[in-house]
């Protein structure tokens, strides 16, 4: 989900009311076409300024996909690894997450 922060809570310290922000809502409180959510400020990044609201939608959810990926095959730092399709949004992310 991409969206602006509309109210923060007293402890919330990386965070600011009108910063867009985006994250991958957590699979017990999934939701993301609502016109509001709820989330805690860990999961939350911010939007970088060149990327549209619908390029950022795609962020989250492609780059935990990649981030597992490389879990469950333990990749180390310094170690080799071949990432196919490259120029598609989960290539371009994982590549991009490797280096």
């Known amino acids: ?29 999934i939701g993301a076409f609502a016109e509001k959510v709820m989330i805690e400020e860990s999961v939350l990044a911010k939007v970088p300024e060149y990327l549209t609201n619908e390029e950022a939608a795609t962020v989250p959810l492609t780059a935990l996909t990649a981030m597992q990926a490389f879990q469950l095959m333990d990749v180390k730092k310094g170690g080799r690894l ?17 280096k």
């Open 1 to 29: 989900m991409v969206g602006e922060v509309i109210q923060v809570g007293k402890q919330v310290t990386k965070f600011k009311v009108g910063e867009r922000v985006y994250a991958r809502l957590p699979l017990d409180r």
């Open 82 to 98: 071949f990432i196919s399709g490259g120029t598609g949004s989960f290539g371009a992310m994982a590549i991009s997450l490797a």
